[in-house]
């Protein structure tokens, strides 16, 4: 089964590590440093350009993807649960 993560994208199920809210979880100095290397490698995937809400790990082609959408972390996990 899929997740639709916002706009045209959606995540396999069984690949998802963790859903997490954006405001809360970048208070962590060790969140912000995971996102900015993510970034620099390249695995950082824009689901919108809306304001972003929350952030996606995946594990996915033997490499984590993060995805950033802007659906709540709470309207994701209710998704994901209702699968």
């Known amino acids: 089964m899929y ?3 916002g706009a045209d994208v959606v995540v ?8 997490f809210d954006l405001d809360t979880s970048t208070v962590s100095k060790n969140t912000r440093g995971y996102l900015a290397l993510a ?10 350009y809306e304001l972003p ?3 996606v790990a995946a594990f996915e082609d033997g490499k984590v993807t993060v995805y950033i959408s802007q659906l709540s ?3 994701l996990l209710k998704r994901y649960s209702s699968i």
């Open 3 to 5: 997740l639709h993560i």
């Open 39 to 48: 970034e620099r490698e390249g695995r950082v995937v824009t689901v919108s």
């Open 53 to 55: 809400r929350s952030f």
């Open 12 to 19: 396999l199920k069984e690949s998802i590590i963790g859903i």
């Open 73 to 75: 972390s709470q309207t």
